[in-house]
């Protein structure tokens, strides 16, 4: 019955989050926001809202390692296997504005994570922890970047939009259906996931960290994998790489950012090879978006065998 409850779960969060951006998105077109800044924001948040529910109901149960490993994972989930297949589909172009600020920022956040949960190192502190204090500085970072995303935003419209016809508006109010529908179904299928997972973990004597980094991570970055190659497929490179650095930086700076606010999160030692995986992984994205202002499919192949190899290294040593 676990188990049944898991894949109801990951398929409540999947069509939940297909709704949800779809829905999103649809409202974005018709309010006449760019492609590149619908992925940074309405996807990359609708996309990243199975691992927000997932690790705030995580740290509401006292359930720190799935909490933080869900995040850490989704992103070297989504720098390595999301972005390697999609170019593998159809090489990823990159804008420059995600060259040299979008990408940037996601590393100082992934950096700002490192430091914040390095307690026993830099504060001699008996445990390492990402506090409430740490939250909010989380928080701030993210209103930051939301600030920048909406000046880009009303910097890119269009000053000579027509009127919203009454068509519009009615389609407006249909969309906001959908997408309030997928929410629905993400919380639902979020506590189906955690509490599930949970109760794999001890029955296999898994630890949480890892279950958090494989089996949570996977399911809730779904979304994002099948987003970005239907993007992919579509040539809409603008909207799958938005989606994937936007989500990144969602899942460290909102994500891990309500959850220790809502409880401490304390981390496991072996936490902190991810996150320096994770850093190194930015730092390679952003060194292959440089090449040629494109991520191509030999890239795209590197990566993908990167995840490989790091998911054969965190199941030997669990």
Do not use: W
């Not at 001890?202 to 970005?228: F, N, R, Y």
């Not at 993007?231 to 700076?253: M, P, R, T, Y």
Request: aromatic letters at 8%.
């Amino acid at each position: 019955m676990t188990y049944i409850l898991l894949l109801v779960g990951f398929v409540l969060l999947i069509k939940g989050a297909d709704y949800f951006v779809d829905g999103a998105s649809k409202i974005a077109t018709l309010l006449h926001i760019p492609p590149l800044l619908v992925g940074l924001t309405i996807v990359a948040f609708g996309t990243s809202s199975p691992e927000a529910t997932v690790s705030i109901l995580a740290a509401i149960e006292g359930n720190p390692g799935v909490a933080i490993g869900n995040v850490v994972g989704s992103n070297i989930f989504n720098i390595s296997l999301v972005i390697g297949v999609t170019a593998l589909i159809n090489p990823l172009k990159v804008e420059s504005n995600t060259i040299r600020k979008e990408i940037p920022f996601t590393l100082l956040a992934s950096i700002v994570l490192l430091v914040l949960m390095s307690d026993v190192t830099l504060q001699y502190f008996a445990e390492n922890l990402i506090t409430r204090s740490d939250g909010l500085i989380f928080l701030l970072i993210f209103a930051v970047f939301m600030y920048y995303i909406f000046e880009v935003a009303r910097n890119s419209r269009d000053d000579n939009l027509q009127n919203e016809s009454k068509a519009d508006k009615r389609s407006r109010g249909k969309y906001i259906f959908f997408t309030l529908a997928g929410l629905a179904a993400i919380i639902v299928g979020g506590e189906f996931v955690v509490d599930s997972s949970i109760k794999i973990a001890k029955a296999l004597g898994m630890s949480e960290s890892l279950v958090g980094l494989t089996i949570v991570a996977v399911g809730t970055s779904l979304p994002e994998l099948i987003t970005s190659i239907t993007a992919a497929i579509k040539k809409q490179s603008e909207i799958a790489l938005g989606n994937i650095v936007g989500s990144n930086i969602f899942n460290i700076l909102f994500v891990l950012g309500a959850s220790s606010i809502i409880s401490p999160l304390a981390v496991e030692s072996k936490m902190f090879i991810d996150v320096i995986l994770m850093i190194i992984l930015t730092v390679v994205l952003f060194i292959f978006s440089r090449s040629h202002s494109k991520i191509a499919k030999s890239e795209g192949v590197i990566l993908t065998i990167a995840y490989i190899a790091y998911t054969v290294y965190i199941i030997i040593r669990n």
